[in-house]
């Protein structure tokens, strides 16, 4: 049988009607070749073997030789076998593994394409109509995913108590969100168990970049490397790390009523009563505690730990003389300091405190003891890369911005600025350092 003329001889109208009985010099002289100034022709079709055959047999009785490039359309399902002559179903056939429908032969040219087994009207074997094949070109240099853009407003989970650090870094995050018109925050509390009930509430929420919590060191980084810890969710599978925002040092503090006036008179007094010396806590497995055990470790002395539920309760033990000494964040005792119900020794940092400023180093006679918590943002793990990325952007941009950055100083607070690696990087570090601690000091949290 004589094929159809090949799809670079097909551009007339009447060619394509030409039948099967026509002589191969009737058919060419009845169509047009493709002009000499455009030698290269492109169509994205799905060639059979027999549009192949007779597209060399042209080639070759023309004398020209057309590059022709066919670009392969990536459609599931396999490519439709020829359908052997006197076997072409007269009603509609679905090829396996495909989602369309080959419509009943309308006509008589349509029976004779589908008795071939070549679908279209070119020799090409896709019955792909010309809107299909626009569809599927356009999706070829269609562009990257649009940017995310939440659809409703951000939840913000925080695990510790309203007025907390937790909660005022969350609050700033939310207003400069605000500020700078990215998408609404709304901050929400829930309490238990270490902050750790937030964190579960974020795992188990959908990974859809509109439920976020606040992470802080004493979940991520401590939380894991003390035993006993009772930790509801695996904190590395069930979230994902977005950035870190922002961080706060720790200052010591001892009643006002206290003897010791500086860090070395402190160290003093303790070295004269081993063992007698009280430090207070938030809790067993605590940054609080960590943070008293190595200063007492580095100082070469003996304290006995109080615990507290709470940052509250525990300093005001201490204002009251009841508690020897605690280590605190600076954002939550500045104004118990500049009010005179606290007294800060040092604070433990490399660099002073706005909010303290007069305050000396604990690193001057200690070097290793710069100390403070951090406070990240987490999601649900599963959350689209590119979801995630355009989350950490927005945030860390709203807490660079130098209205944000004069708040958080006013409270004590300095911006990170880790991303999701330098974020990930900061948590292994901290285990390493804490770890060593809790094993010098047998601590645990039960």
Not at 39 to 64: D, F, H, I, N
Not at 251 to 256: L, Q, R
Not at 277 to 299: D, K, R, V
């Amino acid at each position: 049988m004589t094929p159809f003329t090949p799809v670079r001889f097909s551009t007339t109208a009447r060619a394509p009607r030409i039948g099967p009985t026509a002589s191969a010099t009737s058919r060419v002289t009845r169509s047009e070749a493709p002009p000499a100034a455009k030698p290269l022709m492109t169509r994205m079709v799905r060639s059979c073997a027999a549009a192949g055959w007779a597209r060399q047999s042209a080639a070759s009785s023309s004398g020209q030789r057309v590059r022709r490039i066919v670009v392969v359309l990536p459609v599931a399902g396999s490519i439709r076998p020829p359908v052997a002559p006197r076997q072409a179903p007269a009603a509609g056939w679905t090829p396996d593994g495909f989602g369309w429908r080959i419509r009943p032969a309308s006509n008589d040219r349509s029976k004779g394409c589908a008795a071939r087994g070549c679908g279209g009207r070119f020799g090409e074997c896709a019955p792909m109509r010309r809107r299909h094949m626009i569809a599927a070109g356009l999706g070829l240099a269609s562009p990257a995913r649009a940017q995310w853009v939440p659809r409703q407003p951000i939840r913000l989970l925080v695990g510790f108590a309203a007025g907390g650090t937790a909660d005022q870094v969350a609050r700033i995050a939310a207003e400069a969100m605000q500020r700078r018109g990215g998408p609404p925050v709304v901050v929400e509390i829930r309490t238990g168990a270490l902050g750790l009930i937030a964190l579960q509430a974020v795992a188990r929420a959908a990974p859809d970049g509109l439920t976020l919590g606040i992470g802080i060191m004493g979940q991520l980084a401590v939380a894991p490397v003390v035993p006993g810890s009772v930790i509801p969710i695996d904190l590395d599978r069930e979230l994902a790390l977005l950035c870190n925002l922002a961080g706060t040092p720790m200052a010591m503090v001892v009643p006002p009523g206290s003897p010791a006036g500086t860090v070395a008179e402190f160290v003093a007094l303790a070295r004269a009563r081993p063992g007698q010396m009280t430090y207070a806590s938030t809790g067993n497995g605590s940054t609080n505690q960590l943070g008293a055990e190595a200063f007492a470790a580095a100082a070469g002395i003996r304290m006995t730990h109080v615990a507290y539920r709470g940052g509250v309760p525990a300093a005001l033990d201490v204002a009251a003389g009841r508690v020897d000494m605690l280590f605190a964040n600076v954002a939550e005792v500045a104004e118990q300091v500049r009010g005179g119900l606290l007294k800060a020794l040092a604070l433990a940092a490399d660099a002073p405190s706005p909010l303290l400023p007069e305050l000396p180093l604990l690193t001057a006679d200690y070097p290793a003891l710069a100390m403070g918590n951090w406070f990240g943002l987490v999601a649900p793990a599963g959350l689209p890369a590119d979801v995630a990325s355009e989350l950490s952007r927005i945030f860390l941009a709203a807490m660079a911005d130098s209205a944000t950055v004069a708040l958080l100083a006013s409270r004590g607070l300095t911006p990170i600025a880790q991303d999701a690696a330098g974020f990930a990087q900061q948590i292994h570090k901290d285990r390493e350092r804490w770890a060593k601690v809790v094993a010098a000091g047998n601590i645990r949290a039960d």
